[in-house]
């Protein structure tokens, strides 16, 4: 029997639900957003930037136009592009001047750049006027991720009061792509914090996605997603710590991987949480296709020219063998996890891809993950083990992005509240009942005693997914990458992919290649189990629908430091991708 009290909340949910969102909406900005001197200057430097930004777009806009020469450049395929540049054919200040028009068309439509690069033009000029082409991604541009150092420009993650704070060194994945010949010509927007999945910042606004405008881009690398899924750049750079590399792609139809941490230098690139441990981000590579992820990732690794900038880097060849070998794999793969299920055409897209492989001579098993409820709580713990001090110290005086309102509430709320939430949370039959929801109101790290067996627990975890791994002598084991194609630029806040983040707090690379779309033809019949996070989730989908359809990925995860075996079963799954994109290259 259901307590007087239970009884008289269900009674009257909607009002106390009506009352407590405006109740918020008037006691959150009168109590956190008072005016003070500091606000009020970020504040104006936030609208000095915007003035300049739009201006330095409209000015570009008079220069750059893109006409039937720009048009054809653009629409190369990547093969025909860098052969072209490599036979001097077409110069690099050709391919910059249609890059550049083709980003500022997009710009109007989905927002993913954040400051050209006064600089490109210089890069590519001084390329021309070499004897001989630089390496093999000679003149071709590429789009790097506002948390990435450039020098002369600010990385800001969505803050104000790193505004006007120009980097004084370029990051190291920067210089060596610059070293092998190519040439960054813009920075890419983020949603601020980079602890979103949304796409937004007060600076530079929202991000929306490549192929409908209504849907979200995916976080955090946000812009890279959008610009390459867009066709304004064959590749850009983007960092992962959460799925920031791998979701944008799933989102925007276009492929990425997030290597091993230090597989590539990370030194330039600013975490959004400095002193985090027991986890480390991961700099990868978003392209168009599996091909141009393999390509750039095999110059870098090749190279060894990170070596020469950071003594960090991990010091591996590229293994050809792994990448080139035709002998067949072993293939784990699952389709969906209890904590937050697949729905419409998500978990159908990894049985095809399985068909796909099968039809290749792979041999694909079922693999078994651990409870996502468990690895996600450990994820909490050693995320917010600082109880969220550094985002509150970047987020003092800050206009606070809509993309990640709930966290930046959740940070305001005293142990005994968060308490009471989760039990709330967790009382079935009440509107905002959320055991999904529940797992971040779990404690935090309370000592360090408490953060060491944290990571314990994730050491334990990671042995426990190698030891089936190993029992099943497996080569790479395919999945989703989140449980919903691209919701809507309104959707409430996703929580963290269990999917996704798992890779990231065992350190495995992961990469993701484009398979197909959602037909929203499997809606009907999911069972939310009265779980507000998954009835909003499935909301999401459903609105989602209409429109050109939204792009579905998969995940292809190797062991570490194997980048060479999860690029090479992107590339075989390559020509299966059924997707077919509404953008049009020229």
Same mark, same amino acid.
């Given at each position: 029997?259901?307590?007087?009290?239970?009884?008289?909340? !269900? /009674?009257?949910?909607?009002?106390?639900? #009506?009352?407590?969102?405006?109740?918020?909406?008037? @006691?959150?900005?009168?109590?956190?957003?008072?005016?003070?001197?500091?606000?009020?200057?970020?504040?104006?430097?936030?609208?000095?930037?915007?003035?300049?930004?739009?201006?330095?777009? %409209?000015?570009?806009?008079?220069?750059?136009?893109?006409?039937?020469?720009? =048009?054809?450049?653009?629409?190369?395929?990547?093969? $025909?592009?860098?052969?072209?540049?490599? #036979?001097?054919?077409?110069?690099?200040?050709?391919?910059?001047?249609?890059?550049?028009?083709?980003?500022?068309?997009?710009?109007?439509?989905?927002?993913?750049?954040?400051?050209?690069?006064?600089?490109?033009?210089?890069?590519?000029?001084?390329?021309?006027?070499?004897?001989?082409?630089?390496?093999?991604?000679?003149?071709?541009?590429?789009?790097?991720?506002?948390?990435?150092?450039?020098?002369?420009?600010?990385? #800001?993650?969505? &803050?104000?009061?790193?505004?006007?704070?120009?980097?004084?060194? *370029?990051?190291?994945?920067?210089?060596?792509?610059?070293?092998?010949?190519?040439?960054?010509?813009?920075?890419?927007?983020?949603?601020?914090?980079?602890?979103?999945?949304?796409?937004?910042?007060?600076?530079?606004?929202? #991000?929306?996605?490549?192929?409908?405008?209504?849907?979200?881009?995916?976080?955090?690398?946000?812009?890279?997603?959008?610009?390459? +899924?867009?066709?304004?750049?064959?590749?850009?750079?983007?960092?992962?710590?959460?799925?920031?590399?791998?979701?944008?792609?799933?989102?925007?139809?276009?492929?990425?991987?997030?290597?091993?941490?230090?597989?590539?230098?990370?030194?330039?690139?600013?975490?959004?949480?400095?002193?985090?441990?027991?986890?480390?981000?991961?700099?990868?590579?978003?392209?168009?296709?599996?091909?141009?992820?393999?390509?750039?990732?095999?110059?870098?690794?090749? *190279?060894?020219?990170?070596?020469? &900038?950071?003594?960090? /880097?991990?010091?591996?060849?590229?293994?050809?063998?792994?990448?080139?070998?035709? %002998?067949?794999l072993r293939i784990g793969y699952f389709?969906?996890?209890?904590?937050?299920?697949?729905?419409?055409?998500?978990?159908? @897209?990894?049985?095809?891809?399985?068909?796909?492989?099968?039809s290749q001579g792979h041999t694909l098993?079922?693999?078994?993950?651990?409870?996502?409820?468990?690895?996600?709580?450990?994820?909490?713990?050693?995320?917010?083990?600082?109880?969220?001090?550094?985002?509150?110290?970047?987020?003092?005086?800050?206009?606070?992005?809509?993309?990640?309102?709930?966290?930046?509430?959740?940070?305001?709320?005293?142990?005994?509240?968060?308490?009471?939430?989760?039990? @709330?949370?967790?009382?079935?039959?009440?509107?905002?009942?959320?055991?999904?929801?529940?797992?971040?109101?779990?404690? *935090?790290?309370?000592? %360090?005693? $408490?953060?060491? $067996?944290?990571? /314990?627990?994730?050491?334990?975890?990671?042995?426990?997914?190698?030891?089936?791994?190993?029992?099943?002598?497996?080569?790479?084991?395919?999945?989703?990458?989140?449980?919903?194609?691209?919701?809507?630029?309104?959707a409430p806040e996703l929580p963290p *992919?269990?999917?996704?983040?798992?890779?990231?707090?065992?350190?495995?690379?992961?990469?993701?290649?484009?398979?197909?779309?959602?037909?929203?033809?499997? !809606? =009907?019949?999911?069972?939310?189990?009265?779980?507000?996070?998954?009835?909003?989730?499935?909301? /999401?989908?459903?609105? %989602?629908?209409?429109?050109?359809?939204?792009?579905?990925? @998969?995940?292809?995860? +190797?062991?570490?430091?194997?980048?060479?075996?999860?690029?090479?079963?992107?590339?075989?799954?390559?020509?299966?991708?059924?997707?077919?994109?509404?953008?049009?290259?020229?």
């Amino acid at each position: 029997m259901l307590n007087p009290l239970i009884r008289l909340l !269900l /009674a009257f949910k909607t009002v106390i639900v #009506t009352a407590v969102l405006a109740i918020g909406n008037v @006691i959150v900005p009168f109590v956190f957003f008072r005016p003070t001197k500091e606000r009020k200057r970020l504040a104006q430097l936030i609208i000095k930037k915007q003035k300049e930004r739009n201006e330095e777009f %409209s000015r570009l806009r008079s220069i750059y136009k893109f006409g039937s020469i720009q =048009r054809k450049i653009v629409a190369l395929n990547w093969d $025909d592009l860098v052969s072209k540049l490599q #036979t001097r054919e077409l110069s690099a200040i050709q391919v910059l001047d249609a890059f550049i028009a083709k980003t500022l068309e997009i710009s109007e439509r989905c927002n993913p750049v954040t400051d050209f690069i006064p600089q490109a033009t210089v890069w590519a000029k001084e390329l021309d006027d070499l004897e001989v082409v630089k390496g093999p991604l000679h003149g071709i541009p590429f789009c790097v991720k506002d948390d990435t150092n450039v020098e002369g420009l600010d990385t #800001t993650h969505g &803050y104000a009061k790193w505004l006007y704070q120009p980097a004084t060194e *370029s990051a190291v994945i920067v210089k060596v792509l610059q070293d092998l010949g190519a040439v960054p010509f813009c920075k890419t927007n983020v949603p601020q914090t980079l602890w979103s999945y949304g796409s937004d910042n007060p600076i530079f606004g929202i #991000t929306s996605n490549a192929h409908n405008s209504k849907l979200s881009a995916g976080g955090s690398s946000s812009g890279t997603g959008a610009l390459v +899924g867009a066709g304004g750049a064959h590749f850009g750079t983007g960092t992962d710590v959460g799925g920031s590399l791998r979701i944008p792609a799933h989102w925007n139809g276009v492929a990425s991987i997030k290597p091993t941490s230090y597989r590539l230098s990370l030194k330039g690139s600013i975490s959004p949480l400095p002193k985090l441990v027991g986890m480390s981000p991961s700099v990868g590579i978003i392209g168009q296709t599996p091909t141009i992820v393999a390509t750039v990732v095999n110059k870098m690794v090749e *190279s060894q020219r990170q070596l020469d &900038y950071d003594s960090m /880097a991990i010091p591996i060849p590229w293994n050809s063998s792994d990448f080139e070998s035709t %002998s067949k794999l072993r293939i784990g793969y699952f389709t969906s996890l209890p904590y937050f299920p697949t729905m419409g055409d998500s978990g159908d @897209i990894v049985l095809k891809a399985k068909e796909a492989l099968e039809s290749q001579g792979h041999t694909l098993v079922p693999f078994e993950m651990p409870d996502a409820y468990d690895y996600i709580r450990i994820l909490v713990k050693i995320s917010i083990a600082d109880h969220s001090r550094h985002v509150k110290e970047c987020w003092k005086d800050e206009e606070v992005a809509d993309c990640v309102k709930f966290f930046w509430i959740s940070t305001k709320i005293p142990v005994w509240i968060y308490k009471l939430v989760r039990k @709330i949370l967790l009382l079935k039959g009440m509107p905002f009942y959320s055991k999904r929801t529940a797992v971040f109101f779990n404690p *935090s790290c309370r000592s %360090s005693s $408490d953060l060491w $067996d944290a990571i /314990a627990e994730k050491k334990e975890l990671q042995d426990q997914i190698l030891s089936q791994w190993n029992q099943l002598k497996l080569d790479a084991v395919i999945c989703n990458v989140i449980s919903v194609p691209a919701p809507p630029l309104n959707a409430p806040e996703l929580p963290p *992919s269990p999917y996704a983040v798992i890779w990231n707090l065992i350190d495995f690379p992961a990469g993701v290649v484009p398979m197909g779309s959602e037909s929203g033809t499997k !809606l =009907r019949g999911f069972d939310d189990e009265g779980d507000l996070a998954l009835q909003m989730a499935h909301k /999401a989908l459903r609105d %989602s629908i209409g429109g050109a359809p939204p792009p579905i990925g @998969i995940q292809i995860v +190797g062991k570490p430091l194997k980048e060479e075996v999860v690029l090479r079963v992107m590339k075989e799954l390559e020509p299966f991708n059924t997707f077919k994109s509404n953008v049009k290259l020229n």
